[in-house]
């Protein structure tokens, strides 16, 4: 087996986390990962988890059940990181930041569903960000619609704005961008190699 580095749980030769530090924020984040979303290679909710002191992460679809989830989201202020024009834009946040924010990781359709299986998360108030540029994906993930972003992209803004300090969170950007890369020279590696491609079919 290859060595894996056991913090970003990449292949030690794709390890993003030198650079990364254990970054504080005022602001609680937790994450609430659809279960697909769990078995990609760029799995950026974990990234977010390990790059932040006060996060923790969450598989599943509902709820309920999930004590912790329960009382975050009834602390009074506790908001979703989701974007539609109900969302107050971070910017505007920010004079009174929440001190929950939760973030929803998997793709528009499955965080869509989520929500509304989930009424008690689906009620609380809406935070978008605006990241002004295409998400980090580039090719390796087709986004329905320009500016939508990675879980970690948009984290990390939204703490950023809330925070004013956009530059705290920047490493988390600097590692997204980084496994993006090798994950890109590691397809377009196999892409070269013949022995990547599969054999003839025989019926």
């Not at 059940?65 to 990181?81: F, K, M, Q, S, T």
């Not at 793709?107 to 998400?135: E, F, K, M, Y």
């Not at 703490?159 to 994950?183: K, N, S, Y």
């Amino acid at each position: 087996m290859r060595p894996t580095c056991l913090r970003c749980l990449r292949p030690a030769a794709a390890c993003v986390c030198e650079g990364l530090p254990k970054i504080p924020s005022r602001t609680r984040v937790v994450i609430l990962q659809h279960p697909r979303e769990a078995r990609l290679a760029i799995c950026s909710a974990w990234l977010t988890r390990i790059a932040l002191e006060n996060a923790s992460l969450h598989r599943g679809v509902r709820f309920d059940d999930d004590p912790e989830v329960r009382a975050a989201a009834a602390i009074p202020g506790a908001a979703v990181l989701f974007p539609g024009d109900a969302a107050l834009p971070v910017d505007a946040a920010a004079a009174a930041p929440p001190p929950v924010l939760f973030a929803i990781d998997g793709t528009w359709h499955q965080a869509a569903r989520l929500l509304d299986r989930n009424p008690a998360l689906a009620a609380l108030p809406r935070i978008s960000v605006h990241a002004g540029r295409p998400g980090g994906y580039g090719d390796l993930r087709r986004e329905p619609a320009e500016g939508h972003l990675a879980t970690i992209e948009a984290v990390a803004l939204a703490l950023g704005a809330l925070e004013r300090d956009p530059a705290r969170f920047e490493p988390m950007l600097e590692a997204f961008r980084r496994m993006v890369e090798a994950q890109l020279a590691c397809a377009r590696g196999e892409r070269r190699n013949p022995r990547h491609r599969g054999g003839q079919r025989t019926g």
